[in-house]
């Protein structure tokens, strides 16, 4: 039961350039979504995040955008570093009480060339 | 900065041997949960614990699991007679859930099971 996918299990891009990365969900009682960077052996961490009464986001070179009606949100790193490679993940938090999970996307794998 | 940590980083144990994984959240949080990644697959939720009970946990979360936060800092996941599939990093993380629901991510305990 897929309810948040990352169609896209990798991506290449320049250095300098802007990084999107793409998150689709399907379940209508997610209302805030996270993304979060990760380095092999490491635990997820976090990056920016976006509440469902907002479409956009900004701290420094990320922004998010949220489109509730496609159920689709986006992460763009701008302009992107070869720091920047990393897996990155889309998370989301249904409302259903205290202490609320995540559930996770498959994951983009970003590599930032020079 | 505060960060969640994680030990050991990584435990071989046999096939039916019990195994505790250790967990300090940061310490003013309050919400406390635990997630594995399967190699090459998405970060699943286990478990979600607060006010000293289990929140919620998923359908992984058998009768083989079990966790507890034996003092005010640590947090445990034990498992009490391990399976082969049980092999994943698993990671710990923890919120305050004021006014945010961003949780942070411990490095991992990688649990390699023979």
């Known amino acids: 039961d897929q309810q948040v996918k990352q169609n896209s299990p990798s991506l290449s891009v320049q250095e300098g350039r802007i990084s999107i990365l793409n998150c689709d969900y399907t379940?209508?009682?997610?209302?805030?979504f996270l993304w979060y960077k990760k380095y092999p052996a490491e635990g997820p961490t976090f990056l920016i995040s976006?509440?469902?009464?907002?479409d956009k986001n900004e701290d420094g070179r990320f922004t998010v955008f949220l489109n509730k009606s496609a159920k689709h949100l986006s992460l763009h790193i701008g302009p992107s570093q070869p720091g920047d490679s990393a897996v990155y993940f889309c998370?989301?938090?249904?409302?259903?009480?205290?202490?609320?999970?995540?559930?996770f996307g498959t994951g983009t794998r970003l590599q930032v060339t020079l | 900065e505060p960060e969640v940590t994680q030990t050991p980083s990584h435990q071989v144990t046999q096939m039916g041997q019990e195994v505790i994984l250790r967990c300090v959240p940061i310490?003013?949080?309050?919400?406390f949960y635990w997630y594995r990644q399967i190699l090459g697959q998405k970060v699943e939720f286990l478990v979600s614990?607060?006010?000293?009970?289990?929140?919620?946990k998923s359908e992984i979360f058998d009768d083989q699991f079990s966790v507890e936060r034996p003092d005010g800092s640590n947090f445990t996941l034990k498992i009490r007679s391990t399976k082969l599939e049980d092999s994943a990093m698993y990671f710990c993380?923890?919120?305050?859930?004021?006014?945010?629901?961003?949780?942070?991510f411990g490095p991992g305990t990688r649990l390699t099971v023979t």
């Open positions: 993380a923890s919120t305050t859930y004021r006014g945010s629901y961003e949780q942070y």
């Open positions: 379940n209508s009682m997610f209302d805030y």
């Open positions: 976006i509440s469902s009464i907002k």
């Open positions: 998370a989301a938090r249904a409302n259903t009480g205290t202490a609320s999970k995540l559930t």
């Open positions: 310490s003013n949080h309050l919400y």
């Open positions: 614990f607060y006010n000293n009970e289990i929140s919620e």
